[in-house]
């Protein structure tokens, strides 16, 4: 009987106690698991590249005078899609070879949009007035169409065919040569009915 | 002679009032202050790299940042005070240029981990005390128990005792 009371004297010292230490421990250990579940999903956010297949990510650009593009307003043409700033030195050497092609294309239901990541409105303008583009820009607001594509760098391109998918991705300023070539191969593609 | 310095002088005097007032003028289209580069710099310090990882404006060599710290000063010179430059950054390059990841996982991690690192600070401190709290309860609760650990001493004296006198009275 005795031994009984010094038994249930332990378990009511102690239990409360254990169950408090418990509850820290298992809400800790929730807490560390949700961390580290948002972080490896950062982790494998961060990880994901470039689109180069599938539909490509929609959004509108406020053009540099003052038109609105949506891209799936474009549905039925070839967009060449082309991230530059003005401080990239390997944007200026294509941005002739863009100019060049887009004059060549722009009648053969193929369409050019240039967006310009992180730049400023001043830059961005004089730039296209030194290399006299004529193909729609416009400035990448709050980086969201970039943060869209995943962009690594500048200049970028992607050539998205008529039925909005992404055909072809670029990493690289390109020579009119090698525009003409993916822009040839998305146009051969032509429509899904 | 006369009449010819008064013309002169009356010439001069009315290029002197519209040059005057075409100064005026000009300096009204274009309010702009001069700034200094300390004036730049401070607020650069606070703005991150379009480009770079983790550098921070007025530490970064690149075009892209001579650039942004140049609209800095274009923008302080227009009478922006540093705290509208920021907000006028952010609203067109985002929050990243004050350096909050633009991933939105890492954004949320970035915002939530301090506040449940705080809560379980929190909670561990209270269950801390709650134990200790018990504890001390407890204490009285032991000393309370000690008569009956008394009674149980004098109960097994009282059984040892009564074996003694059985096997006393078998003898």
Redesign the interface.
Same mark, same amino acid.
Do not use: H, M, N, Y
């Given at each position: 009987m005795t031994e009984w009371h010094v038994a249930e004297d332990i378990l009511t010292d102690q239990s409360p106690a254990k169950r408090s230490v418990n509850f820290v421990t298992v809400l800790a250990a929730v807490i560390l698991a949700g961390m580290a579940l948002i972080f490896g999903l950062g982790l494998r956010h961060q990880q994901q590249t470039q689109p180069t297949e599938g539909m490509a990510p929609l959004f509108t650009l406020k053009t540099l005078d003052g038109q609105e593009i949506a891209l799936e307003s474009l549905r039925g043409k070839v967009v060449v899609l082309n991230f530059w700033a003005s401080w990239c030195a390997p944007c200026r050497d294509e941005a002739a070879e863009l100019e060049a092609a887009w004059q060549q294309y722009k009648d053969k239901g193929v369409v050019f949009l240039g967006v310009a990541y992180t730049d400023t409105e001043r830059n961005a303008q004089a730039y296209l007035k030194e290399f006299g583009i004529t193909y729609p820009n416009g400035l990448d607001y709050k980086t969201k169409i970039s943060a869209l594509y995943r962009i690594e760098g500048v200049p970028e391109t992607f050539i998205i065919d008529r039925n909005g998918h992404i055909s072809e991705f670029a990493m690289a300023p390109l020579k009119r040569t090698q525009l003409s070539a993916m822009i040839e191969r998305a146009l051969a593609k032509g429509t899904q009915p | 002679m006369k009449s010819l310095l008064r013309i002169a002088l009356g010439l001069v005097v009315i290029v002197t009032a519209l040059s005057a007032v075409q100064l005026s003028v000009h300096a009204q289209d274009n309010p702009r202050r001069p700034v200094t580069d300390d004036e730049v710099n401070a607020v650069s310090k606070k703005l991150y790299c379009?480009?770079c990882e983790n550098i921070t404006l007025d530490t970064c060599g *690149?075009?892209?940042c001579?650039?942004?710290r140049e609209?800095v000063r274009?923008l302080l010179s227009e009478g922006k005070t540093p705290e509208q430059v920021i907000e006028n950054f952010v609203?067109?390059?985002? $929050?990243?240029v004050v350096g909050t990841p633009? $991933?939105? /996982? !890492?954004r949320? !991690?970035s915002l939530? *981990?301090p506040w449940?690192l705080s /809560? !379980?600070v929190l909670?561990?401190a209270a %269950?801390i005390f709650?134990?200790w709290r @018990?504890?001390s309860a407890?204490a009285p @609760? %032991?000393s309370a %128990?000690q008569p009956?650990v008394q009674? *149980?001493t004098h *109960?097994l004296e009282e059984y040892r005792a009564r074996i003694e006198a059985d096997l006393a009275a078998r003898r």
């Open positions: - | 379009p480009v *690149t075009l892209a001579a650039q942004w609209e274009i609203a067109r390059f985002g $929050d990243r633009v $991933d939105p /996982t !890492l949320a !991690l939530v *981990t449940l /809560t !379980l909670l561990s %269950a709650i134990r @018990k504890e407890a @609760k %032991a %128990a009956s009674v *149980t *109960t």
